[in-house]
């Protein structure tokens, strides 16, 4: 075992890890996605945060287009949050090795929430709404996307860390159908501006849960 290797296993809290040396996939996916409280908190914060993309990309067209944008302005409006969540992600990454993982992931998870809520608060003028609304979901998502895999990295060990990982994008990727399905079932018994409210309140929640869950790698 490398000097490297062995460091990193006394920095994982071992009464939250797989006993076994070579654990099975079935003991890191139940590590990851419940037993670990820092993967816990890693995995239904990626699940949320695509969630609410997912919702975002099926509501937001919908619930602009009611208040009177055309296709341009509703384009506009969508590309400019991932355009955003993907050039933020390099200064976000840099902030997450000198910060820490945490601050990010639970301030990204509330600028995302209040994003949402910022899209129905000024949903009189559209435009606006829907421009801001973009610019801080795009931010906060950027905020949380290298934190939230760096912060698994972490908290696995080398051993199976690629377990981890692929356990991680399950649950993260799972956020975009969950979204999706969500976005039709709630808009139809709900209403738009009620789903998009409650996409808030669960991306409130997800990153009130990652406060309480997450905690940075000793040594850190």
Known sequence: MSHRSALELSRTPSTQAPKERNPSFAAVFACTSWRNRSLRGTSQAGLVNNLNDGLTWGVFPLLFADHGLGIAAIGLIKGLYPLLWGMGQIPAGHLADRIGRKPLIVTGMLV?????LTALAILDRPLLAGVLSAAALGLGTAMVYPALIASVSDHAQPAWRANALGTYRFWRDLGYATGALAAG????ALGLQTTVLTAAALTALSG????????ERPGQ
């Open 185 to 188: 079932v709630l808009a139809d």
């Open 112 to 116: 995302q929430a209040g994003g949402l």
């Open 208 to 215: 009130l849960l990652a406060a309480r869950w997450i905690t």
